[in-house]
């Protein structure tokens, strides 16, 4: 009796394989640490490096007008992510993304503009000063304005950060030697680090490289970096506190969230983002006109986070994508839709940037009413299934 006693009180012989996930069983975990990993199955490293290999070899197949398009998509995509973390995660809704994105824009045309030219400020700073510069005046912009949007929510919240963007289209059409001025514009910034140029066609590595594929891999790298790092601060006890308020304020307040605090962090960040993106997207197409940044950039934006999937990072990724390479396919249709034309003088009913304007709420309010979580939820979806297959539940 004591033996079987002293067999009952001994201590479980610890698991084969603790700490990770067990063998003949991928989803079963014994430790937080491998349940909460980045890349805690087979399934998602695999994709993942077939992602990557794709990614990386898509410039040397691809045309240089496509690249530019992808590129654009890319810094879209920092942009995107930015406005998911303070909509899709915080709960606050803000309609003036395309205000913090002209504020990082001109921040990093102002700072590696030629000091020659006489027509608009310039200090010909190398990348590393203007980029996390141009990331930082945004960020302090939305610390600036945060406070306000904090006493708001809602309908009320969306209108004033509505009224940012008709703000920033005054300020940029005033404030014309660094803006250059509606209409006339100025150069965007150039990508050179240590003597080598991103922003010029070259060899790199005895291989000639054109200013398209450079760029890309360019705007690349900071993507990859901005969406671990928004992916992270999502799983942190940063993005808990966005969960939380965004779920129920005065829950989350009571349970001892600052909602402040979180309000305030939510919109720094997400105009932080918002500079970068604003940076690169200019280095991509080499120009900025002041007029860019009006209701439609900010709408566009919106576009991307509810197409993609709200409260996601790979969905703000795969919303950007499409909202880049959209132009491309209305683009195309002049040439086998008779009353779609390619300008205002060429006969059609509408023009096929106008046909643009109409998808972007027509694909909101699809996606809103069938498929709320956007291509991410459709993913989801056919993810599941391949891994519930054959049964149905």
């Known amino acids: 009796m004591t033996a079987v006693a002293d067999r009952t009180l001994a201590p479980p012989a ?10 003949g069983r991928p989803e079963l975990y014994t430790s937080y640490s491998s349940d909460m990993a980045l890349l805690n199955t087979t399934g998602k490293r695999v994709g993942l490096a077939l992602v990557a290999l794709l990614v990386l070899a898509g410039p040397f197949f ?23 973390l303070v909509t899709g995660y915080a709960g606050q809704v803000s309609l003036g993304h395309a205000f913090f994105v002209g504020i990082g824009a001109f921040t990093a045309a102002t700072l ?3 000091p020659d030219n006489p027509l608009v400020l310039g200090y010909g700073l190398p990348v590393y000063i203007w980029l996390p510069a141009a990331g930082l005046m945004a960020g ?12 708001l929510r809602g309908l009320y919240l969306a209108i004033v950060t509505l009224g940012l963007v008709f703000l920033g289209e005054h300020l940029f059409r005033e404030a014309d030697f660094i803006t250059g001025g509606f209409g006339v514009g100025r150069p965007g910034p150039r990508a050179e680090v240590g003597g080598f140029s991103f922003s010029t ?11 398209q594929q450079k760029i890309y891999f360019f705007v690349l790298f900071f993507l990859v970096l901005l969406a671990l790092a928004g ?43 918002a500079g970068i993106c604003g940076a690169l997207l200019y280095t991509v197409t080499t120009f900025i006109e002041p007029g860019s940044f009006n209701l439609l950039l900010s709408v566009q934006f919106i576009a991307m986070v509810l197409i993609g999937g709200v409260a996601t990072i790979s969905g703000s990724i795969m ?3 499409f909202i880049a390479l959209l132009p491309r396919f209305t683009g195309e249709l002049p040439r086998l839709v ?5 300008q205002a003088t060429g006969g059609g009913l509408i023009t096929a940037q106008q046909l643009e304007a109409i998808l972007y709420g027509l694909l909101i309010i699809v996606f809103l009413i069938f498929e709320p979580r956007g291509l991410y939820g459709v993913w989801i979806r056919v993810r599941n299934y391949w891994k519930g297959w054959p049964f149905s539940y």
Do not use: E, H, W
């Open 140 to 151: 302090l912009a939305g610390f600036v304005v945060a406070p306000l949007a904090s006493r």
């Open 62 to 84: 691809l045309t240089d007008d496509v690249l530019v398009l992808i590129s654009r998509g890319f810094a879209l995509a920092i942009g995107a992510i930015g406005l998911n």
């Open 231 to 273: 992916r992270n601060i999502a799983r942190s006890d940063i993005g808990r506190s966005f969960a939380a308020v965004r779920d129920r304020d005065v829950a989350a307040a009571v349970i001892g969230v600052g909602l402040f605090k979180a309000k305030l962090q939510a919109f720094t960040i997400s105009s932080f983002y």
């Open 14 to 23: 610890p698991l084969r394989g603790s700490g990770r996930r067990l063998r």
């Open 338 to 342: 008779p009353f779609v034309s390619a």
């Open 201 to 211: 066609a070259g060899d790199v590595f005895g291989q000639p490289f054109t200013f």
């Open 112 to 114: 590696n503009g030629d």
């Open 319 to 321: 919303g950007a994508m």
